[in-house]
Structures are given as C-alpha cells and as structure tokens.
C-alpha cells in the first residue's frame, strides 16, 4: 500500500509539473528563465506543452528503462542509477532543444542563445523527475528495487 | 521485461493524456497558427470555416440549424483564442461571414464650377477617381449613378457606359441648374434615401454656392455654410462620413463666389464624401474587397467624421532598438508593465508600443505628430511616434507588428513605483482643412491652386455635428517596479 502512496504522489507530482509548464499565470519555466520575446513565442506556438510532455516521457522512460528493461544485479548500484539519471538529464534537453529548434525553424524564428539558455532549465527538471520516477516505481523491480537508496 | 507491471502501462497511457490535455482542438490549433503567422486573410477564414464544415458533428456549436458556419460564433472563438494570446491578438472576420454586397450610389456634382475638372485636354482625374470607385463594387447592378446640382437627377445612362464616357459633362448638359449648389438638399436627400449596406459618395468640389448670394457678406455665407451642415448631419446618428480630398487639373471658367468669372489653367482640389452607417465604413477599411475605396492612392488627404473614442490594439514591443531599462509586459486586462527597472546609466525607462490606427481613417500628417496627443503620467513621459514601416519587420517581431500601423515609443525618469501612463489622442479638425480652405477666390492668385472657398467652414459644421468624444482613443499603460 506504502508503494502505491508513492506512485500516486509521484503522478501528482509530475501532473503539477506538466500543468505549471503549461500555465499562462504562473508557469513555472518562466519563474527559472524569462526574456520576454522568446517566451511570448514559446507559448504561442504550443512549444511549452510538448517539451513538458517530452521532458516526462524522457525521466520517467529512463527510470522504466532502469528499473524494468535493465533491471540486473549488475547495474543495481547507485552509481549506475546516477549514470542513467545524468544520461537522462543530458538526452532530455538535447531532445527538447532539437524540438524546440524545428518549430522556431519553422516559423523562421531566431533565439538561439535564449534556447539554450531555457533548456539548461531542463536538464533540473529532467533530474528532479526522475528521481520522483525511481521513487514512484522501483518497488516493483526485481533485482533494482533497492537502487538507489536500500529499502 | 516479461515482469513490467500492467500499472507502468497505465502510466503511459496517463502520459499520453496529459501530452493530449496540451494540445487543443484541430479547429483550435489551425486559429492559433493563423493568428500567430499572422496570416489573417479571406482564405485563412475560409480554411477555418471549411474544418467546421467538414466535421459539423464536431462543432456543432459552430453551425447554425440549416448546416451553415455561424460566423458570429466563429468571430467569438477566434476572438477567444486571440485574446489567450501573447500579445493578444485580434482578427476582425466579421466582414468576411454573412456580410452583405456593399452598394454604391454616386452623386457626381455638375455645376458650372465643375465642368472644368473633365476636360479633354485634363489628365481626367476626377472621373478616373468616380470610375475607380465604381470599379471596387464589381456587381453593376449594385452601383447607382446621379446628377446633383440644384437637385438631385438619375443619370440616363447605364454605369458601362458612364465608366466609357469621355464627357461627363458634355453628355450630362442641360441637366438640372448648373449654376448653384444645394447642399442641403444634397446631404439630407443622400442621408434620407441611404439603406442599410449602402455607401452614398458625393463626388464634388464643396463650394457651396446658394441662390441670391448677391450683396451678401462672405461671412455670413459662411455662417450659413457651417450651420446648414452640422444642421444636416445632427439629424442622422449612427452615420460616419469620410472626406478625401484629391487634385485634378482644371481647365475653363471659375465662378467666384462674388465676382466675374475667369479663366483658369491648373491643379485644383476637389473632393470625394463618402457617406454610410459607422459600421459600413468600418467594412469598407477592413473588408479587402473594398478595400481600395478609402486607400485609393489618388487621395492627397482624408478625415473620418463621427468617431467616438474607438478601441485601439496596442502590442508592447519586448525586444526595439529605442528600449532603454527592463520591464516585462504582463499579459491579461490593459497594458500592464511589471518588474520595470530604468536604465543603469541614465536612470530612464524607454519602451516602444505597437498600435493600430488604421481604424481611425486620419491621415498621416495628424497621426504621426506627437502635438495633438495628450500624455499624462507622474513621471513625465514624452511620446513620439512614426510609422511602421515593413523594413522593421523581423521573424522575431512579426507577431508583434503585422496589422500595427505606428509605433509609439514613449520615454521617462523611472521614479515612482507606480505610475499610469494616460496617451490620448485629440479630436479636432485636421490642419490640412484649414490648410485647404480660403475666404476669397477672386483671383488665382497665392494658394487658388490648393485651396476651396469655405471648406473649413463646412466640414466643421460636420464636425461639430458628429463629434463624438474630445479623444479619439484613449490608452492607458500601468507601470509597476
């Protein structure tokens, strides 16, 4: 029952955080980064909700990945959970940048320092994300429900 | 993998809502590209309208009972989805749903005074002007002709064959006195007779020329000029009248209001008075089939009667070369500019704001001199403002500049914590009416060329009478620290 206390809070966790990505009030990429022309261009076009959602499937597909495709007593140790973790919060920017770049390119838009600048954002939330996906699933893994910190 | 419990699949298809929950309708999606490509044209509207149409179960709110897009449901959503926008974007589509044709009627002045304007040897200016305007409304069934003069007469002939005539004048002789010009008559039988969806023009050189004017002083002429027409034009509410005035070349005998005819050999202006419902008029500048009419390029200047103080979009610009300290527009109700810090060295907050004028019909002589807006704040902001030129359009700015027609850049100390900034703009009788007028046209001399004998006079009666408010927009900016 404990498990699926965390599961839950894990979901609502990474629900409010889809939803603050998404917010027009307090959206909660722009409290960490703010130049106003971009912004304004991210929301417009739609980019906010997809890289929240890519930021997601990212974290929480790694921490899948780790826990249940991985899932060996030869990568149980906490280490090889933070190299996922750090391959996790370099691939989730990486994806939201090249995303984030095509619908620019597309619009013929130009604000490439600014991108990477908001996508350093990304690289905290994908981190925080998959530590909140490892809490929320690991209890069910094999041989890594014990990763990163014993039970 | 074989042990991947069925909840991480649950966890997906949760994910995949929420990536769904983002997005919006196809319906939805295809307005906010519209408005954010600034694509905002006929078959933009059309593309929208044929989404609802091929999908009327979807949107059955869109449709009305016999299967048709409800354009003013539509107008609703779009304006909906604009004003989530950054910044707000509006799209005026109501022209384009259910609008009916537009007609025209034409009241071509043939008095003495007017017969030398379409000469054989001119450049035909004023009949080129007539022809242009008939040529916007395509349908000739829907444009009607007249003679005006001591009365008002039906032309004879048919509009193909008045486009073609290269003698207005010679073949409209003999009609109705052609030696004075009713004004009074004209307007009121031009407002009485106008129906809705109607657009009357008055084609003529506004000298106003009663019966018996021997031995009476100009002034009191003038008297008579202004009080007959703000008499006239008090008496319709709800009607907007633009007056564009062109120059054409001129060739014969003028009739002084108190003199010997002479000859004259030159430019002079005459004038177009276009006469409708406000919100036909508001048709004519928006809707792009009509277009034309009121941005014809003959025009040397033009003023639109009867203006309340009208909505004006305003776009701040968050990135300009003028921008001097920070600030951050924050986006909801009114003009709001939050977290504003002045300039490190100078201590003054700069920002320049998009605003479209367009609807206002001025001309840009009165639009772009800061002197006749009124600017009031704590911190003394002064306001300039210039015409956008499509040179200043970036991919970056284009949201904030397509459909603006000026930029105001508006400078102060940054002191006060709070302050409002108050920008409105006067509603007075342009320059160029002053300008154009005279009171003596005995000679050819000085200004004859450019000028009309009591022109100020009778358009200000018409101001007087359809002035709506003392601004003709008013916008107000918060600044907050």
């Known amino acids: 029952m404990k498990h699926f206390i965390y599961l839950i809070i894990g979901i609502v966790l990474t629900a409010l955080f889809f939803v603050f990505a998404c917010s027009d009030g307090f959206n909660i990429y722009e409290q960490m980064y703010f130049s106003q022309g971009f912004n304004d261009k991210m929301f417009n076009l739609n980019v906010y909700p997809v890289i929240a959602a890519l930021t997601i499937l990212v974290s929480w597909g790694g921490a899948a990945t780790y826990y249940y495709a991985i899932n060996s007593v030869k990568f149980d140790r906490w280490y090889h959970w933070l190299a996922v973790l750090g391959a996790v919060a370099v691939l989730a920017p990486v994806i939201c940048y090249i995303y984030n770049d095509t619908v620019f390119s597309t619009h013929g838009v130009m604000y490439v320092g600014e991108s990477i600048q908001f996508e350093m954002q990304t690289v905290l939330f994908a981190a925080a994300l998959f530590v909140i996906a490892s809490f929320s699933m690991r209890w069910w893994s094999s041989n890594c429900r014990h990763t990163p910190i014993p039970q | ?481």
């Not at chain 2, 000739?140 to 007469?153: A, F, L, M, P, W």
């Not at chain 2, 008297?223 to 070349?249: C, H, I, P, W």
């Not at chain 2, 100078?346 to 920002?351: A, N, S, V």
């Not at chain 2, 001309?363 to 800061?370: E, F, G, M, R, V």
């Open chain 2, 1 to 481: 993998m074989r042990r991947l419990p069925s909840w991480l699949l649950c966890l997906c298809v949760i994910a995949v809502g929420l990536t769904a929950c983002g997005g919006h309708g196809k319906l939805d999606k295809a307005v906010r590209s519209v408005l954010v490509s600034g694509d905002t044209t006929r078959a933009a509207y059309d593309s929208l309208c044929s989404i609802v149409t091929d999908n009327p179960g979807k949107y059955s709110d869109l449709v009305t009972g016999d299967g048709q897009v409800d354009h003013k449901r539509m107008y609703e959503l779009i304006q909906e989805i604009g004003s989530k926008l950054r910044p707000p974007m509006h799209w005026d589509t109501r022209p384009y749903g259910g609008v009916q044709e537009l007609s025209l009627t034409i009241y071509f002045e043939r008095s003495g005074s007017m017969v030398p304007y379409d000469q054989r040897g001119g450049g035909g200016q004023l009949k080129k002007a007539v022809n242009d305007l008939i040529n916007h409304f395509p349908a000739t069934s829907k444009v009607e002709i007249n003679i005006v003069n001591d009365g008002i007469y039906p032309y004879q002939h048919t509009v193909d064959e008045f486009l073609k005539d290269r003698d207005i004048y010679q073949s409209t002789a003999g009609i109705g006195d052609a030696s004075y010009t009713d004004f009074q008559l004209i307007f009121n039988k031009i407002l009485e007779a106008q129906k809705p969806g109607n657009v009357s023009v008055l084609v003529s050189d506004l000298i106003y020329s009663p019966r018996d004017t021997h031995g009476v002083s100009l002034d009191k002429i003038f008297n008579e000029e202004n009080s007959l027409a703000t008499r006239v034009f008090a008496r319709y509410k709800g009607k907007s009248v633009v007056v564009q005035q062109m120059m054409g070349d001129y060739s014969g005998n003028y009739y002084p209001y108190n003199g010997q005819p002479f000859n004259y050999t030159g430019k002079r202006p005459f004038y177009l008075v276009i006469i409708a419902d406000s919100d036909v008029i508001d048709q004519l500048a928006q809707d792009t089939r009509y277009r034309g009419v009121l941005d014809a390029p003959t025009v040397t200047n033009s003023y639109r009667f009867n203006q309340g103080a009208s909505e004006v979009e305003c776009r701040v610009l968050p990135e300009w070369e003028n921008n001097a300290g920070r600030f951050r527009v924050r986006h909801g109700d009114g003009i709001v500019l939050t977290k504003c810090q002045g300039d490190r060295e100078t201590g003054k907050l700069c920002f320049s704001m998009a605003v479209n004028l367009g609807g206002l019909l001025k001309d840009d002589a009165l639009l772009t001199n800061a002197d006749n807006y009124e600017v009031q704040s704590i911190d003394g902001y002064t306001l300039s403002i210039q015409p956008i030129d499509p040179s200043m359009v970036t991919a970056n700015n284009k949201e904030y500049l397509d459909g603006m027609t000026h930029l105001m850049t508006l400078l102060g100390d940054f002191k006060s914590p709070r302050d409002e900034v108050h920008i409105s703009l006067r509603n007075e009788l342009p320059q160029w009416v002053r300008q154009s007028s005279c009171s003596s046209d005995t000679s050819t001399g000085g200004s004859f060329s450019t000028t009309t004998l009591g022109l100020e006079q009778l358009l200000g009666g018409m101001f007087d009478a359809m002035r709506g408010s003392n601004n003709l927009f008013d916008v107000t900016i918060k600044i907050q620290r």
